[in-house]
Structures are given as structure tokens and as C-alpha cells.
């Protein structure tokens, strides 16, 4: 698959297979997210990728911290976004709308049980940075994640990032036992779409080129 056809043919997934991924596609993909340019090349990025029981054990804790709190998605969200903004989400909502009412949820909620999928896809990815990296460098994680999610694609792998489970970091952190100077930044679900599953019966759209381009010439 040519890089433009997986650009293309990427999407959030939200349901997938049973099936399981193999070890050595887990790591050609995180090889692939660890080929991304960062500033001099500090590689600030770390992949933490769990399956089977350890998988099972993180959605365990996470669904029940969910339940407890109830923590709704994106920062930002609460307040009106500018015009330009919540129009696009608003855009989104229409090319999700028939995936969203088959599984019964509101958008708010849809999004959020994207978590689920975070839970119900075979391999769960946590993306951390190390804590005395300056914000700019999420930029280089930003960078790793992309070429995470195309590497994916191309071997016939699909993928949601997750960000709310960001919300849920102490848990997450409590239940890897990771360290005190990983930030954790997001999540990634990863697996074999659920082609027939209502969640994935949709495609969002971008705007038009001229919206996002500036010349100055
Ligand atoms: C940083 C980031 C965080 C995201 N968090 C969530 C999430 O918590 N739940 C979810 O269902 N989707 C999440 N998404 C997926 C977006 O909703 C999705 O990328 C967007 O609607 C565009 O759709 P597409 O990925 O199918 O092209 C996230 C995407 C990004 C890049």
C-alpha cells in the first residue's frame, strides 16, 4: 500500500475482530512510529503496548474508574469553541450520526465509549513522554503517533487514538506500575476492524484545501 492510499484509507476504528495481532506486525508498526523525524533526534516518545490478560487487567481497572467518574471528553469541549471549530465537530456529528444512533449513544457519548474500543480492540497502546520534556515536544510524539497509525494501516491493521483515557492516567499508571516521569498522552486501540459492527459505519470528512492553505506569494 502506496503511503497516499493509507492516508486516504485511514480511519478511527471503534470495533474490531476477535482476531489476533502478531507480535512481530505490533512491532514492525511501533519500529515504523520510531522512524518519525523529532528535534535532534532526542526521540522523546515511548510506546507502551499491552494484550491478552495485562490488556484485560488496564480495561478492568479503567471501565471501573470510568463508571466512577464519568470524566467527558476533550478539554475545550465544555466551553463554545469559535465558529470555525464547532462547525467542523459539528460536521463530524453528521458523518458519525448513523453510527451513533445504531449503537444508541448520544456523540458526547460515543466518543467517550471510543474508550471502549480502547478496551475492546486486542492491543491497547499507551504513548508517554518523559515529564522534563518541554510541551513543544509533544509535537515530535505527535509526528511518532502518525506514522503509528499509517504503518498500522498498511499492514490491513486498523486504529482509534484515545485521548480520554488520559483522564484516567493514575490508574493507568498505578496498574503498569509505570514511573512518576512518564506523562501518559494518549492511547491507542489497535486490531482488525469489525467491518459489520454499526460503531465503524461511518467516514468523516475534512474541509476543503482552501480553509487549511494560506499562500502568501
Ligand atoms: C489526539 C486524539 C484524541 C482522540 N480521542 C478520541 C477519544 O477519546 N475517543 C474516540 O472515540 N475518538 C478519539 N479520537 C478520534 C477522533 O474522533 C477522530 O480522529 C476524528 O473524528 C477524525 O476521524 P477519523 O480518525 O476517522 O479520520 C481522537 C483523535 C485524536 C487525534
Redesign the pocket.
Known amino acids: 500500500m502506496d503511503i497516499f492510499s493509507a492516508m486516504k484509507e485511514r ?2 476504528v ?1 470495533a474490531y475482530q476477535e482476531k489476533p495481532v502478531s507480535r512481530k506486525d505490533i512491532e514492525a508498526v511501533i519500529a515504523s512510529a520510531g522512524l518519525a523525524p523529532s528535534a535532534i533526534n532526542l526521540q522523546p516518545w515511548e510506546f507502551i503496548v499491552t494484550y491478552g490478560e495485562e490488556k484485560d487487567r488496564l480495561a478492568h481497572r479503567l471501565k471501573k474508574a470510568h463508571r466512577e467518574r464519568q470524566v467527558s ?1 476533550g478539554p475545550g469541549t465544555a466551553k463554545p469553541l469559535p465558529h470555525k471549530y464547532s462547525s467542523r465537530s459539528r460536521k ?1 456529528l453528521a458523518a458519525m450520526e448513523p453510527g451513533v444512533s445504531r449503537t444508541g449513544l448520544s456523540f458526547n457519548r460515543f ?2 465509549d ?2 471502549c ?1 480502547f478496551y475492546g480492540a486486542p492491543i491497547a497502546i499507551i504513548v508517554t513522554i518523559d515529564r522534563i520534556f518541554p510541551a513543544i515536544r509533544y509535537l515530535d510524539v505527535g509526528l511518532a503517533v502518525s506514522y503509528l497509525l499509517l504503518a498500522a494501516q498498511a499492514k490491513g491493521l486498523s486504529t ?5 483515557i488520559v483522564a484516567y492516567a493514575d490508574e493507568i499508571a498505578d496498574v503498569l506500575t509505570l514511573s512518576p516521569e512518564k506523562e501518559i498522552l ?1 492511547g491507542i486501540a489497535m486490531g482488525y476492524a469489525d467491518e459489520t459492527a454499526p460503531a465503524n459505519d461511518f ?2 470528512g475534512r474541509e476543503e484545501l482552501s480553509e487549511i492553505l494560506r499562500w502568501y506569494e
Open positions: 480511519r478511527s471503534r471528553c463530524a466518543i467517550e471510543g474508550s474500543s482509534c487514538p484515545i485521548g480520554l494518549l467516514k468523516t
